[in-house]
């Protein structure tokens, strides 16, 4: 019985803000952020995401969910309503504690011990497997890159082997939809293993390694630079792309299954706007973090979403929906218009923007593994801090490592949908972390302070929990993937994560 309570204890063990700021205080990572760099990573995030790899698909849907159709401008407004309340409760609590590790962290000031761990274990899900997803959209944009120079580029580069293109599953889809022999397009090992890499994929996750570990200010002056090619392109498509819009294609505006399509849309478009909360991962190597984690989140959000309107509105304007591409939609649109020059340079847009995301999703993996396994629920070397560059090199190589091998076998679209229930939960987690430090902590200074609360708190709980359970019900496949996602990470705490904690607090004390 004293067992049972000591391990209760344990548990919801939380550690006190005091507590987070002075180890945050402690910190080997180096301090360079400004709040124009948090917001280069916000927008760097999540536009890319929207506008090159997700809408086309929320527009369509495919064969387990409805799409938005023209209603998809209700679907990003949606989106973004279920956004702002988790992100006013990101400032709030990023203003408190401006502590690495995101919802994990917070959690952990709220909830204790194993919620934390298990947000943690989640947030994994949101940032390395949602990685996977934008990888692959990278390299179909980069293959279409090449094409555009098929009069200068030797066939060898434009056509390498299709098994160096796609991963196994892409290719036994390939197969599947054209008659194809699997075998006569891949090589077998002892005429069993299939051996299918996606060869772009994996060296952009590679570069994108080595740089985060140079240093997170070397990162942003990259990131910065793509941000601002990706959004000339996009104000580009919107200001040329309005010329050719025709009212008449907006009609019928709903889809025929409104409720369905809209919010399947909804569910599809909010992978996009997980990019916000990468900011708050960076807060310890942010300078002034009270002040800036607010505005850059707030203003992240509010640019991508006036952006992902105006795209959509454009966008449904110009294609009838039935041809609307679903992979490379605004590319696509272009040369529906005859503007086959600007679509060209549609594809380097979306290479700059998706190296973004594919940056920064990166780094908010390894600040959140760095987070856990600074509390000890993973090994301690795994923090190791690089002496001259001051980043977490062990980490960083293990979440490149760990988007490359998933990515050879994980489904690209059950990759997002599981992206999606991560990020649903931990927006659910955020919110409800608001209203417990305002019971358990009312004193405690906030720079920022979530507006109508606790209403607002309860209404974005209320709508991530509405869109977590339809989509439960939808999508049958990623959800029992889910499922088993939190039942693996429930097994790691049991064996490893509380016994390491043990120990770790009888080394300390």
């Known amino acids: 019985m004293e067992l049972l309570k000591n391990i209760c204890r344990n548990i919801f063990k939380k550690r006190s803000i005091e507590d987070l700021i002075q180890t945050s205080k402690k910190t080997e990572l180096k301090k360079t952020l400004n709040v124009f760099d948090l917001i280069v990573i916000g927008i760097g995030a999540v536009v890319g995401t929207g506008i090159f790899a997700i809408v086309g698909a929320a527009i369509t849907g495919n064969s387990e969910s409805a799409g938005a159709g023209h209603a998809i401008v209700i679907s990003m407004v949606l989106a973004a309503v279920a956004c702002i309340v988790p992100a006013l409760c990101y400032s709030e609590i990023a203003s408190m504690i401006p502590v690495a590790g995101s919802a994990y962290t917070y959690t952990y000031a709220t909830m204790g ?18 990685n996977i997803t934008v990888a692959s959209a990278w390299s179909g944009y980069f293959m279409q890159f ?33 008659g194809w022999d699997i075998h006569d397009k891949i090589p077998f090992i002892f005429d069993k293993i299939p051996v299918a890499v996606n060869l772009p994929a994996v060296v952009i996750v590679l570069v994108l390694t080595l740089l985060l570990i140079k240093g997170v200010k070397e990162s942003t002056k990259v990131a910065s630079i793509m941000v601002g090619v990706n959004l000339f392109m996009i104000l580009s498509f ?23 399509g809209i919010l399947m849309g909804t569910f599809t478009i909010f992978f996009a706007y997980i990019g916000f909360d990468a900011i708050s991962t960076a807060a310890e190597e942010t300078e002034k973090p009270q002040r800036d984690l607010p505005v850059a989140i707030l203003g992240t959000l509010v640019i991508c979403t006036v952006l992902y309107v105006c795209v959509a509105l454009v966008l449904t304007g110009i294609v009838p929906l039935h041809q609307i591409d ?18 060209g340079f549609i594809s380097i847009g979306a290479l700059c923007a998706l190296t973004t995301v594919l940056l920064v999703y990166q780094l908010g993996t390894t600040r959140i593994l760095y987070a856990i396994s600074r509390d000890r629920f993973l090994p301690r070397s795994w923090r190791m801090i690089h002496k001259k560059f001051k980043t977490p090199h062990v980490m960083t190589w293990i979440s490149g490592i760990v988007v490359i091998v998933c990515g050879l076998f994980m489904d690209l679209k059950i990759s997002a949908d599981l992206c999606n229930y991560g990020t649903f939960t931990s927006f659910v987690i955020i919110c409800l972390a608001v209203l417990i430090l305002r019971k358990t902590n009312p004193d405690t200074h906030r720079p920022f302070k979530v507006p109508f609360s606790p209403v607002l708190p309860l209404v974005g709980i209320l709508i991530c929990l509405v869109l977590i359970f339809f989509s439960l019900n939808t999508l049958k496949t990623s959800s029992n993937y889910f499922i088993i996602w939190l039942a693996v990470g429930f097994l790691i705490y049991v064996l490893y994560g509380y016994r390491q904690k043990r120990i770790g607090e009888q080394k300390r004390g």
Request: aromatic fraction near 20%; charge should be neutral; include cysteine.
């Open 113 to 130: 011990e194993f919620m934390a761990w298990m947000v943690g274990w989640i947030l994994m899900l949101e940032y390395a497997i949602g």
């Open 146 to 178: 090449l094409k555009g120079f098929r009069a200068y580029l030797p066939d060898f580069v434009l056509n390498f082997p299709i098994w160096l293109r796609y991963d196994y599953r892409a290719l036994y889809s390939m197969c599947d939809k054209y």
């Open 238 to 260: 919107i200001i040329i792309g309005s010329h050719y819009v025709k009212p008449e294609n907006w009609h019928p505006f709903l889809p025929v299954e409104p409720v369905s």
């Open 326 to 343: 679903s992979l490379a939609p605004i590319a696509h649109a272009m040369k529906f218009v005859g503007k086959d020059w600007f679509a």
